[in-house]
């Protein structure tokens, strides 16, 4: 019995249920928001068919729109630049750290805790001087008062202070995926190679780093298609603010319709959304599958 | 020089658990500090007294527990409804012979791939229209069909695994397929089940958008939702503030200091399967 004969109703019992609240709720909006992407509507009086017109303006017209898509982009690489420092932290947790993996631990309590408990006291850090903010205390101590910024109101400063927070957050997310890859190779592999005259970074460049290749994609990936919707901490720590300086595709997206109610606007803000993630990720997994036939 | 470089290498991760923890023990100072202390803004001091009303104001000004119970109640019938859900679904898709097991699959896939933020807007207009804006429902429907992905895809490839053999003969001893399912297949499946929980409550519990969207009334609200308007209300006393955040944090904090093994291997089982 390779798999079970059973009736229709017996399947439709097992899958409907999930299967129908899953598509009302994931690929039904959606769809409905592909429609309101073509209405001038703010959600409480008529709405006007405008066919493509939200798309030419977003496209087109919108100012803030492609900064904000450019923001996105920039936010990924960001949160990818520390993967390969995880990697080597991996590496160095393993071969000299014994119980390395409590350390891990204790660097993963970022990762557990929400988005308006670490925004909050990430506010509180990066506060001018005049309200305490540790950030400035530091410089000031250390006679760098001229860097003092009053660092999430100032345009300039602002994104690079929510790349910052975004790298502390999971920093420890990757060096836990890192440090559990690592682990995994075989002891007896680095064993093998020491006989025949490879250990330290000469076993690290042919064992570890084709090994880990799988592993370090799933890092990747998940900094990438995680900092495209980067949304949750920008939203509770700036808003998309100073004006507009943080706002990313997604944040843009919730301004657009719930702060100015344009509803169609913002459906095509969040079909755009969509649609680039769709292509990332496509994209994303056909450059590693490449690289990893090179590589292995 | 064996020794130089461990001692480098110890150096170095000292270093980054300071990084790592520091804020959150700063955090807890602040909570312990006048506002005077705050203001004066050093970065490494301890509170002169501390200021252990800062926390029994924060508990009688804002409703802790309220939110507290509204978190507990919306992440536990999303738990059960999660796991009750993906776990039939896995099962028939490795199991039971039909010719949409593949696509339903694949379904489940691609969602993985459909940022949840661009349904807010249409769910919202949805809602409205069934009159479940506001309520506990507004929130449990989408936590619960944006785990099931993952919940699947987990559940479904573990049950692959299984052996037939035990299917086969309580199927020829005459069980039910749902007997079956209840009695074996779900006992077996513990394992996956449990880092299915973990990934979804992480989650669940932390999410603040879609709650902040959804719900409007104090009655409802769940603890990151209810931080955040206590933060934004009492913008005046930092200690109070430091309090909350602190308060909020913790029961995370304390699970998994509880579970702490238990959630990494968890979060990066999730990982390395999705």
């Known amino acids: ?296 | 020089m064996l020794k130089a470089k461990k001692g480098f290498v110890y150096l170095l991760f000292a270093i980054l658990v300071v990084t790592q923890l520091y804020p959150l023990f700063w955090l807890l100072m602040y909570s312990l500090k006048t506002n005077e202390e705050i203001l004066s803004g050093s970065f490494f001091s301890l509170p002169t007294i501390p200021q252990w009303h800062n926390y029994s104001e924060a508990y009688t000004s804002g409703s802790y527990l309220k939110y507290l119970g509204n978190s507990v109640l919306v992440t536990g019938v999303t738990l059960v409804a999660v796991i009750i859900l993906s776990a039939m679904t896995a099962y028939a898709i490795s199991r039971f012979k039909w010719k949409y097991g593949p696509y339903v699959l694949l379904l489940f896939l691609l969602g993985m791939m459909i940022p949840m933020q661009a349904t807010l807007l249409p769910l919202m207009i949805i809602f409205k229209n069934l009159d479940l804006l506001d309520t506990r429902w507004s929130i449990i429907i989408p936590y619960t069909a944006f785990a099931l992905p993952i919940a699947v895809f987990i559940l479904s490839g573990f049950m692959r695994s299984i052996p037939t053999d035990i299917e086969e003969s309580a199927f020829m001893d005459g069980a039910s397929v749902y007997r079956i399912f209840r009695s074996i297949i779900l006992p077996i499946s513990m394992p996956p089940v449990m880092t299915v929980c973990i990934l979804t409550f992480i989650n669940i519990w932390n999410e603040y958008i879609v709650a902040a969207t959804f719900i409007s009334s104090e009655n409802l609200k769940t603890l990151p939702f209810g931080v955040y308007t206590f933060v934004s209300q009492y913008s005046v006393n930092y200690g109070n503030i430091g309090a909350f955040l602190i308060m909020g944090a913790l029961p995370v904090i304390i699970i998994y200091f509880l579970l702490s093994e238990r959630i990494t291997k968890g979060m990066v089982a999730g990982a390395v399967k999705g």
């Open chain 1, 1 to 296: 019995m390779n798999v079970l004969k059973v009736p229709a109703r017996t399947i439709a019992i097992f899958v409907l249920p999930c299967l129908l609240l899953y598509i009302g709720t994931v690929f039904v909006p959606i769809l409905v928001s592909f429609y309101t992407a073509t209405l001038d509507w703010n959600g409480i009086g008529d709405a006007k068919f405008v066919g493509l017109a939200n798309f030419h303006t977003l496209l087109f017209e919108d100012n803030n729109f492609w900064p904000s898509v450019k923001r996105t982009l920039m936010y990924s690489v960001f949160s990818m630049i520390e993967i390969p420092f995880c990697l080597l932290f991996a590496i160095l947790l393993n071969r000299y750290v014994r119980k390395g993996s409590r350390l891990v631990t204790i660097y993963f309590v970022p990762v557990i805790l929400s988005n308006v408990i670490l925004g909050q006291l990430w506010k509180t850090i990066y506060n001018p001087t005049s309200m305490g903010g540790m950030l400035n205390g530091i410089l000031i101590q250390l006679g760098l008062e001229n860097w003092t910024h009053s660092w999430l109101t100032e345009p300039a400063t602002a994104m690079y202070a929510l790349y910052f927070v975004s790298l502390w957050q999971y920093f420890g997310y990757h060096l836990l995926i890192q440090f559990t890859g690592v682990q995994n190779i075989p002891d007896e592999i680095y064993e093998a190679a020491k006989i025949d005259g490879a250990d330290g970074f000469k076993a690290d460049r042919y064992i570890t780093f084709p090994m880990i290749v799988p592993i370090f994609k799933i890092s990747i990936v998940l900094a990438f298609i995680g900092s495209l919707q980067a949304f949750e901490l920008v939203m509770v720590m700036t808003g998309g603010g100073p004006a507009h300086a943080t706002d990313t595709i997604a944040t843009h997206m919730y301004n657009m319709s719930f702060l100015s109610q344009k509803y169609g606007y913002g459906s095509a803000v969040a079909t755009f959304l969509v649609v680039f993630c769709l292509i990332v990720t496509v994209v994303i997994n056909f450059i590693f599958n490449k690289v990893e036939r090179k590589v292995t």
